[in-house]
């Protein structure tokens, strides 16, 4: 079934938005997708939600291009000369151990989530209990920060490590509902990160795997995507989403330098509590 560009826009806005807050891109284009009426289990939806994160990912990389490019650069000199291992050196390892497992994890259980997990009763749940992981996480950050013998710890003390662990999290995000940014940057508070680290290495792990992920399925799914949805509103849905997420990280970045993840943690509780009523009293089916 061909995709009404109404829909296709209103998807990329979405997109651009949730990819990068802790609230669940793939959760909400789950649940607004169905609202509309679409199959979301079938193989051209599934594709459309993977590829349409490729336009969210390309405004993080433009917009992190310096990071990354001097990450890039420390890391492949110091390959070549050990003098020259510093920071971005390690830092560079970071992303690419970090990125390791969501790559394993997610080939692995490929057909689990491209039909099991795809349930507004997965997206309910999973956005009430990782509210309360969030929850935590930042309560465990703001105790750190007041305590007068701790000290929340910046990028420069970032280990690989560090990296694995939160890579390990981020595997989590393969549930709809927990998100990707809200299971990285969970793991790195309880890393004793702070929140503006926490949410840029959110960023640094997530373009390795969405990359790579959206890329797969617009080789594997090309079929069904031209049979189905359609490449126009694929490549709408695309470009907007590059345009709401490149403003969307710009807002995210100052505010986490001043505020704490509380807004998003009621936001998900209330998001939850919503999917589950919607389901509930038969306004929506869960599959």
């Not at 459309?48 to 492949?76: E, H, N």
């Not at 990125?99 to 997990?117: H, Y």
């Not at 959206?214 to 359609?230: D, E, K, P, R, V």
């Amino acid at each position: 079934m061909r995709m009404d560009w109404f829909i296709s826009i209103v998807l990329g806005i979405v997109e651009g938005i949730t990819e990068f807050l802790p609230v669940s891109s793939t959760g909400h284009l789950t649940i607004v997708e169905k609202l509309f009426g679409l199959s979301i289990d079938s193989a051209d939806v599934t594709a459309f939600t993977a590829i349409i994160q490729v336009g969210a990912i390309v405004a993080a990389i433009v917009y992190f291009w310096k990071d990354i490019v001097r990450l890039a650069v420390g890391w492949f000199m110091g390959l070549f000369n050990a003098s020259r291992r510093g920071t971005d050196y390690r830092l560079g390892w970071a992303v690419i151990v970090g990125s390791i497992p969501i790559g394993i994890v997610g080939l692995a259980l490929r057909s689990v989530i491209e039909t099991t997990l795809r349930s507004l009763w997965v997206v309910g749940v999973a956005l009430i209990v990782w509210s309360l992981v969030l929850w935590y996480a930042d309560h465990h950050s703001a105790r750190l920060a007041k305590a007068q013998r701790a000290h929340v710890r910046d990028e420069s003390t970032l280990t690989v490590v560090d990296a694995l662990i939160i890579g390990c999290t981020q595997c989590l995000a393969l549930v709809p509902g927990v998100s990707r940014s809200g299971a990285t940057i969970s793991a790195a508070l309880l890393r004793g990160i702070d929140r503006t680290t926490a949410t840029r290495w959110s960023f640094f792990l997530g373009i390795p795997a969405l990359t790579l992920s959206g890329l797969m399925q617009a080789a594997t799914a090309y079929h069904a995507i031209s049979t189905g949805i359609g490449w126009g509103p694929t490549a709408v849905a695309t470009l907007i989403s590059f345009v709401v997420a490149y403003a969307t990280i710009a807002w995210l970045l100052r505010f986490v330098s001043s505020h704490r993840f509380t807004v998003f943690i009621v936001y998900r509780i209330l998001a939850g509590l919503a999917v589950i009523a919607l389901i509930s009293f038969g306004i929506v089916q869960a599959v």
